[in-house]
């Protein structure tokens, strides 16, 4: 069986520098925010060119340390997309706040950008755009929209590293942005981690304090900050967390325990200096998809103008999705259906009041689209045979 992604493959190309990274920390004896955590943030911060990284422990708690740090709880709204993985909702709902969907576009999949205006009442504070598969949303659009209703906006860039829009790389484009390292994202750690960027000072610090429980220097400083009081410059701790830390038992915010530890830190120092690569092959594999796949019956990514698309996902259409899958798997080809429920129509979400055909084109897509294989280490006689599969399948 051809499978969607190989991570055995990955780290075969970076064995020997993963492991002699990874055997530095535990020989080491600092495995909690320690300098590989500090040191993977500023070099994360500076690949996408933004002045803070705030590292955490998933992507989903930073899209909820994202909202707290705006200051978005009970009884706000936050508008949304219904086509995406459940945790951008999750994430609002667990702040007390409300999601409000809004529908996506046919052609990359993202939030709408002209059907946001409608969904925003006196109690909307933001907007949550997703770069879905990997092709950021339009932010130049939804900004301006933002900047005119007095509201603020977080990329759910969990699925997009390595995207650019208009020049500018995901994860730069909003007042704060949200990662997710898990395995499979194109920058994936060995389990779980997760990242918050933004220019804002404030916001830096605020998240600071509340993956930690909102104790010790950071938690402090952020204190402080919300008093009105003057803080600047990045609160550290006087030494390694993992024994001891005084300060730590000192707190002033109701926080989280949502920390990147140093082993998936110093693994992703070493994936984030193979990212550009990794995104070139992705994107070159996705080419030869597109030239090869042209003449199927299958409806193609679209790359929209200004955007380079970094392809975690290649995702096709079929209205017969059904029969075309279970044909491919017959034929050794893995597929994924992403995703199969709109998340309007969630069994948990049915209190909101939405019903089938509140949002058709989200609703179409849950319908027909499934992803084939594509990571960046795909070898071409895999890639032979899936496009074969496919033409032979989807005349």
């Known amino acids: 069986m051809i499978p969607l992604l190989d991570l055995k493959k990955q780290y075969a190309a970076i064995q020997k520098e993963a492991d002699e990274a990874v055997t530095a920390v535990l020989s080491g004896g600092s495995y909690i925010m320690g300098e590989n955590v500090r040191a993977f943030e500023k070099e994360f911060a500076a690949y996408l060119g933004v002045k803070h990284a705030v590292s955490a422990g998933n992507g989903t708690d930073a899209l ?9 709880g009970a009884g706000d709204e936050v508008i949304t997309t219904p086509f995406t993985f459940f945790a951008t909702a999750e994430a609002i709902s667990q702040v007390g706040a409300v999601p409000v969907f809004a529908d996506v576009r046919p052609d990359t999949y993202n939030l709408d950008e002209t059907k946001i205006e409608a ?13 879905i598969f990997g092709q950021c949303a339009e932010m130049e659009a939804i900004c301006g929209i933002a900047r005119r209703h007095g509201l603020r906006v977080i990329e759910d860039a969990c699925q997009a590293a390595g995207s650019r829009y208009r020049g500018k790389m995901a994860g730069a484009l909003a007042d704060i942005s949200c990662f997710s390292f898990f395995p499979t994202k194109n920058l994936g750690c060995a389990g779980d981690g997760g990242m918050l960027c933004t220019d804002s000072e404030e916001l830096a610090i605020i998240c600071r304090a509340l993956r930690a ?12 900050l919300l008093r009105g009081e003057a803080v600047s410059g990045e609160a550290l701790p006087a030494g390694d967390a993992t024994v001891y830390q005084p300060k730590k038992y000192f707190n002033y915010l109701i926080g989280h325990n949502s920390r ?9 120092r070493v ?12 994107q070159a594999l996705a080419h030869r998809y597109d030239r090869e796949l042209s003449g199927s019956a299958l409806t193609l990514p679209a790359e929209a103008e200004g955007c380079s698309h970094a392809y975690h ?3 096709v259409q079929s209205g017969e999705r059904d029969r075309v899958t279970a044909a491919l798997r017959e034929a050794g080809v893995a597929t994924g259906v992403y995703y199969p429920v709109p998340l309007h129509l969630q069994k948990c979400y049915q209190p909101l009041g939405y019903a089938e055909g509140s949002l058709p084109v989200a609703e179409y897509l849950s ?4 992803a084939i294989p594509l990571y960046p280490e795909m070898p071409k006689q895999d890639q032979d045979a899936v496009i074969a599969a496919v033409n032979r399948v989807c005349r």
Do not use: C, M, N
């Not at 909820?64 to 978005?72: H, R």
């Not at 969904?119 to 770069?131: F, M, Q, Y």
């Not at 990147?260 to 992703?268: G, N, R, T």
């Open 64 to 72: 909820v340390i994202a909202l707290e740090a705006l200051g978005i």
């Open 119 to 131: 969904k925003i009442t006196p109690r909307t504070k933001a907007i949550l755009p997703v770069h």
């Open 213 to 224: 429980h909102g104790s010790g220097e950071a938690g402090e400083q952020a204190w402080r």
């Open 260 to 268: 990147l530890d140093e082993v998936q830190a110093a693994l992703l």
């Open 271 to 282: 994936k984030l200096r193979h990212l550009p690569e990794y995104i070139e092959s992705r």
């Open 313 to 315: 996902l290649y995702i």
């Open 367 to 370: 319908g027909r689209t499934f």
